[in-house]
């Protein structure tokens, strides 16, 4: 047992989706045996981790900005007698290596998402020199990887996230994700279960399996069987005490029918998909390398939709890929009115170094982007408030996360990620209780509980 005097404080600031998310509670787990514990002070850090992203430039260069601010903070600390050491994780650190301690000498150490296990021996190092580290290791990064402590899961709350894949074969033209995160794994059925087990044993209510491209799961179970996302979620569907499964991001071609059936068949399962089309004309689709049509989606979403009729979508868009023309983008809006989606995220096309969409000549220009960005958030925000609109007079199940802001209230999740705030006793704190909503603000919705 360390003595209070050699604790260390680890501050990790997050960018990026999801995974990146669940990589930054696996950092403090690793680091957590070495002394070191979490901090939301980054005055009072030992060791500063920016856990970063480089899905598009602008997230990209949010790591320098943040580099030039740690200049300063560290000079001051180390005025003052103390240290302050600076690592950087996630996809910039895997997509740029030595060039980040080139660029931002301040930085001490540089890993990517494959070496966090090997965190306390990595940071052990920095204290002697720079490190870069972004090999992609054979072995199996979880295998190594320590539990967390109950008391850490529990103060991470009700909901949690658990990588189940990683990596992505599929290479979209515009995407950097299979250049930082490498080849599609899978981590074995075992492995999830009892982490999910553990999770669950914490108080962890509803688990959102993760993967750059989770619907391509194909995890071996014990009996050495290939298992696909379906089989998994039936397996987990039987950890008892578990409420609330859902999964991200999907890949329509990966949606398969034995998904489809654990759609109608699995309670636990939340009726809401994130399935990004990204563009709504074939030749943009097949330029972007989706592998799908336009028709294929359509139809893809009418199967899940007999099969799971209150399914609500969530998705993600690009505008002014290379070649998009007015027509093609008239697409995107028609896809987006056909499809009606509950929630989306639209981006500009942004450039990304290495991959075959920056090689492209006929670059849209961003006046244009920008015009077509504009119209099409107009419609998927009027599309986002109708759906929340529509819950109105309906009755939905809401997982009470924590106390609201006001003295008495209490703030849910419905199905659809909707936060959802109603009068109540704290008591309904981790519980799924059935709530009438009676209206609609800006962010929430309202409404009252119908059990007892
Ligand atoms: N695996 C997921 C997406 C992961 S990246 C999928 O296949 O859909 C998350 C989102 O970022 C993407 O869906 C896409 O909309 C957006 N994105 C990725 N690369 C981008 C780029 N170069 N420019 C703009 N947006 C991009
Ligand atoms: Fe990127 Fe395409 Fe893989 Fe999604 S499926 S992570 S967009 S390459
Ligand atoms: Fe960004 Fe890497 Fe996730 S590039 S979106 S943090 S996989």
Redesign the pocket.
Known sequence: MNKPQDMKKLFIKTYG?QMNVYDSDRMVDALAPEGYEATTNIDDADLVVLNTCH??EKAAEKVYSELGRLRIMRQKKEQAGGEMMIGIAGCVAQAEGEEIVRRAPVVDLVFGPQSYHKLPELVEKAQRGKVVETDFPTEDKFEHLPKPKKEATIARGLTSFLTVQEG?D?F?T????PYTRGAEVSRPVMQILTEAQDLVDAGVKEITLLG??VNAYHGEDANGNTNGLADLLYKLADVKGLERLRYT?S?PRDMDDALIEAHRDLDLLMPYLHL?V?AGSDGILKAMNRQHTVKEYLDLLDRIRKARPDIAMSG???VGFPGETDEDFEGTMQIVRDVEYAQA?S??????PG?P?AALENQVPEDVKSERLQRLQELLNQQQKDFNASRIGTTMSVLFEKAGREEGQLVGRSPYLQPVQVQADASHIGTIQDVEIDSVGKFSLFGNIVTQ
């Open positions: 989706c899905i598009r992505c599929k979209c515009f995407c950097v994700v750059q491209n991001t890949h990004p990204q993600d868009f690009i995220y981006f500009k096309y942004s450039t990304r991959t969409g």
